[in-house]
């Protein structure tokens, strides 16, 4: 077994290699596990990320990795972390690599797993031209022929959301029947056509829809489509280390953390999507950032007496 880390970071997206830096720069003992798993890698582009706008997701994290190659107290290991358990003054976490590692700290960032719904075709134009954020990708679908597939109030938010991008929004029910009269009205009073039939494939290539087949043979030409993607745990941390998880409207297991990113109060603190109610990257990078400098001083606490939690 491995000599004691202060923090072992599991994830290596925007959140866990922002809080790496804060350690690195910290010189805390710091191992980072990178499986390679961000749910943006996916997409051409990063929308919205002041230094990074309209950059691949690749080079972001390349980025990152170089920066951090200056502080040498930070080492990464390119492999997933399969299980963990607490021990007495830490933890004990197992990479799908080599052997066990043991940190005072661990800090989650392992992102989640977006879960669109399952349609023949959809896997293929993934992060391109169908979406879950309109903030992340609306930019590149300006002025385009837009659809968005959801149900209930989402269906109306998702559609008018739409509107500021594009003029040509049809909202895709599926065959149901939820929407209100009120509904029905507000949507009609946008411009937004509701179209009730029922979805089989996603038709397109290289990344781009270019049309939405139905049961009943027929098409409608669009160029991206919005759909919801409910997120999921992607890493069995959570449950091994007995952490609370609850539901947001994005996801039915996010963490529970508390206002300094702490999951549990012996050590284990968690930031990013992992625990977020509205994933972004910029949120991620500021999550990351500030679970960091609360596990310093936590470390501080043990070495030195700095008051801890802080005021």
């Known amino acids: 077994m491995e000599d004691n880390w202060e923090c072992a970071v599991v994830g290596a997206g925007a959140a866990g290699l922002s809080a790496a ?3 690195g720069r910290a010189r805390r003992r710091t191992v980072v596990f990178d499986a ?33 190659d200056q502080y040498p107290s930070v ?21 799908d690599d080599g052997d066990p590692v043991v940190a005072k700290r661990v800090l989650l960032a392992t992102g989640m797993r977006y879960c669109p719904p399952e349609i023949p075709g959809l896997a293929e134009l993934w992060g391109r031209s169908v979406f879950q954020c309109p903030f992340c990708h609306g930019w590149e679908m300006r002025d385009k022929r837009l659809a968005t597939l959801a149900r209930g ?16 929004v049809v909202l895709l029910t599926n065959g149901s029947t939820e929407l209100s009269v009120q509904d029905t009205n507000l949507l009609a009073a946008a411009g937004v056509v ?15 829809l270019t049309a939405i087949a139905f049961d009943d043979g027929s098409r409608l030409e669009r ?8 997120l999921r745990q992607r890493s069995p941390l959570a449950k091994q280390l007995e952490l609370e998880c609850v539901s947001n409207p994005l996801s039915a297991d996010a963490i529970a ?33 500030k679970a960091a400098m609360i596990i310093v001083q936590s470390l501080l606490a043990d070495e030195f007496g700095l008051p801890y939690p802080p005021v």
Do not use: K
């Open 194 to 208: 509701v179209d009730d039939r029922r979805v089989s494939e996603l038709v397109g290539a290289d990344g781009q």
């Open 223 to 230: 160029d991206g489509l919005l759909v919801e993607a409910p």
């Open 36 to 68: 390679g798993e961000q749910s943006n890698l996916a997409s051409a582009t990063i929308g919205g990320l002041l230094g990074f706008d309209q950059r691949s997701p690749a080079d972001l994290y390349a980025q990152g990795r170089r920066e951090l």
């Open 21 to 23: 830096l804060v350690l």
């Open 153 to 168: 109030e989402e269906a109306v938010h998702s559609a008018l959301m739409l509107r500021g991008w594009s003029d040509d």
């Open 257 to 289: 953390i508390d206002e300094i990113h702490r999951a549990h109060p012996d050590g284990v603190f968690a930031a990013g999507d992992v625990c977020s109610e509205q994933p972004s990257l910029a949120g991620s990078i500021a999550a990351g950032a």
């Open 75 to 95: 080492e990464f290991r390119d492999c997933a972390v399969a299980g963990g358990r607490a021990v007495d003054g830490g933890f004990i976490l197992e990479p």
